[in-house]
């Protein structure tokens, strides 16, 4: 990533408690703790690993999708040598946090709540029902950063908070799904300037 500013958010490990903590690495950073949903259901299903398919838009589109593939690699390779079990592509996951992407982009907010208050874990529900399943638990992770930035940049910034750490190397989590969107103005929060949102949602169903 070039000189610029980035954002991480994380919606992380089980608990009530709302934290919050601010910290420099190449650049500035803030870090916010949520609670990770968790809801009791009903019988076991899979889903497909898929790549996500909602359209980036020409240029854009390609550098997206390489970048959405390269940080589920990149996530993988750091859960490896924890002795993890690799993350598969959820379409479900995939399609939630592509629209968050572009929710956050369109409306000039960054938040793991929708900007009118809908809870993260019933706009990821939406996608990736609960109904069905004895167990279904749902994370994520947030980043922002003026311009582009790499998986390799985006993943460290995850491994170098605690609760982005957390997430990524969780033994809960089954499937992800990646959300990346690249915008040249973006309004609100990102203050007019180019920036690349990326989403990532984790999830398992039992």
């Known amino acids: ?32 703790s949520l609670v990770q949903a968790r809801l009791a259901g009903v019988v076991k299903a899979s889903a497909k690993p898929a790549r996500n398919t909602a359209p980036h838009g020409s240029r854009a589109k390609s550098a997206m999708a390489v970048l959405e593939e390269t940080v589920v690699d990149r996530m993988n390779q750091v859960r490896r040598p924890h002795g993890l079990r690799a993350l598969r592509l959820s379409r479900p996951l995939g399609v939630a946090a592509d629209f968050h992407s572009r929710d956050m982009g369109r409306r000039g907010y960054f938040e793991h709540d929708s900007i009118v208050g809908t809870p993260f874990w019933r706009r990821i529900e939406r996608f990736y029902p609960s109904r069905g399943f004895r ?16 998986a ?9 908070s605690p609760p982005h750490r957390e997430n990524l190397l969780s033994r809960e989590w089954r499937e992800v799904g990646i959300g990346a969107i690249h915008l040249s103005n973006a309004p609100g929060t990102f203050r007019g300037n180019s920036v690349t949102i990326l989403t990532a949602d984790f999830g398992a169903r039992r």
Request: aromatic content about 10%; cysteine-free.
């Open 1 to 32: 990533m070039r000189r610029g500013f980035a954002l991480v958010l994380a919606a992380a490990a089980l608990g009530s408690s709302l934290a919050v903590g601010t910290g420099e690495a190449a650049v500035s950073r803030q870090v916010e």
């Open 135 to 150: 167990s279904w638990t749902v994370g994520e992770n947030l980043l922002w950063g003026t311009d582009t930035y790499s």
């Open 152 to 160: 390799a940049f985006a993943v460290r910034e995850w491994m170098n």
